[in-house]
């Protein structure tokens, strides 16, 4: 099946990929003319494990290509996919400018029949925006379908490829057909695929992330009450989230979420019940817990070594707002360093793959570590911000002797406290004694 996608970002490139893997003919389009060099030459702008052996083989191929030419590729295409970004506004309502932007170029580029599926994370209601959109500008046949994306950075490839559900948001029975037939080679390990209004698709993913963000915030406030009375977070993490009703996804104390997701699908679906009348009070205490806990550690460093940090070198083991990505928006170590910074101290980090985005958000006030080890050297404490697989198990004894003074910062709860204190290790967690 010819299909285009209109976006190169995160979602777009994921899915256009791996819908080119699946046999499909997909033609990804940008306005950035070096971005879709850099691909069809098979750079990836972004680190998520196994994209670009995909991109570089469905390439080579010819099932995959590059384009910054939409008309030509939205004329060729029975299927067009959004897949801009929506990024939050002043209010916190999600950016649709881009959405509608791709709607009214493809309502002008189409000379046939065209189902034309956003994969975006828009609020209720876009769709039927888009569906007006297009039909001001053609008097082909279309129809608008709401396929909202379910993917962790980092596990993208594996959660298109083996998905828990496929939710579409479609009335006519020819259009659930096309989509049937796109994912067809998805569903046959019987996961479902969903078929809904595009309203109920369209508010499916906003409910999912927060959902999952709340039981993140609900399970930092159970740490901030275990400190305060001397219980063991991992203890109750593990004593409640054993209750099969429960589980422990997603149920880790840390120093907050992050990403591109959570932060703004958050603050979308807040505004959105704001202007239906019907106020989210859950969700007013899950941002506010998770903007504090982003400052957990400051607070902590203050308690231990005062509110002037002047003279001191501090080690962040971890940038991206979670492992096996790079991408740092809302993450909460660009809130620990301007918190040190600000306080006088020094800051030496190091991340296995977000150094080059981290120059974006913090230019030149920090030091840049070639190494884990080298982060380490000579520095009064270290924090552990992002559980990356390199930091799980290192040579304490190697790093505690390149250390000036043996205080760690755990914020993932990652290590053994009991173990770290044996070794002469000023050990500070999440929630724990």
Not at 195 to 207: G, I, P, T, V
Not at 225 to 236: I, M, N, P, R, T
Not at 367 to 381: F, I, L, P
Request: glycine share 8%.
């Amino acid at each position: 099946m010819k299909i285009c996608i209109v976006g190169t970002g995160y979602v777009g490139l994921v899915a256009g990929t791996c819908l080119a893997d699946l046999g499909h003919f997909i033609t990804c389009i940008d306005n950035n003319a070096e971005k879709i060099d850099g691909l069809t030459a098979g750079k990836v702008p972004i680190y998520e494990p196994g994209l670009e052996h995909l991109i570089v083989r469905n390439v080579r191929e010819k099932r995959l290509h590059f384009t910054t030419d939409a008309i030509p590729a939205i004329q060729q295409s029975v299927v067009a996919y959004i897949a801009v970004g929506t990024p939050s506004g002043a209010d916190g309502s999600a950016d649709l400018s881009g959405v509608f932007a791709v709607a009214k170029t493809i309502g002008e580029a189409m000379n046939g029949p065209l189902t034309v599926v956003i994969k975006s994370t828009v609020p209720v209601g876009t769709a039927d925006k888009v569906r007006a959109i297009i039909a001001e500008a053609t008097e082909h046949e279309f129809d608008v379908v709401s396929n909202p994306e379910f993917l962790k950075e980092g596990a993208a490839i594996d959660d298109f490829m083996k998905p828990d559900r496929i939710v579409v948001g479609c009335s006519k029975p020819e259009t659930q057909e096309m989509m049937n037939r796109i994912y067809a080679p998805l569903m046959r390990t019987s996961k479902p695929i969903l078929f809904m209004d595009n309203r109920s698709a369209e508010l499916s993913k906003y409910a999912a992330n927060a959902f999952l963000a709340t039981r993140i915030s609900f399970i930092n406030e159970i740490a901030k009450l275990c400190e305060s009375v001397g219980a063991d977070v991992e203890h109750v993490r593990r004593g409640a989230g054993s209750d099969s009703r429960i589980g422990l996804r997603f149920f880790f104390p840390g120093i907050g979420y992050g990403g591109s997701c959570f932060p703004k699908d958050v603050k979308a679906l807040m505004t959105t019940a704001e202007q239906a009348g019907s106020p989210m009070q859950i969700l007013d205490a899950v941002e506010s817990v998770n903007a504090n806990q982003k400052k957990l550690f400051i607070e902590k460093i203050e308690t231990r070594f005062g509110s002037d940090l002047s003279g001191l070198c501090f080690a962040v083991w971890g940038l991206s707002f979670k492992p096996q990505t790079d991408d740092m928006r809302e993450a909460p170590s660009v809130v620990l360093i301007n918190g040190l910074l600000e306080r006088g101290a020094t800051v030496k980090a190091y991340d296995p793959e977000a150094m080059e985005e981290a120059r974006h958000h913090l230019q030149d006030r920090v030091q840049y570590a070639a190494s884990k080890m080298d982060a380490v050297s000579n520095v009064d404490a270290l924090v552990l911000v992002t559980e990356w697989h390199e930091f799980r198990n290192p040579d304490w004894p190697g790093v505690l002797s390149a250390m000036k003074t043996k205080v760690l910062f755990d914020g993932r709860n990652l290590y053994d406290p009991d173990r770290l204190r044996a070794m002469g290790v000023e050990y500070h967690g999440v929630g724990r004694p």
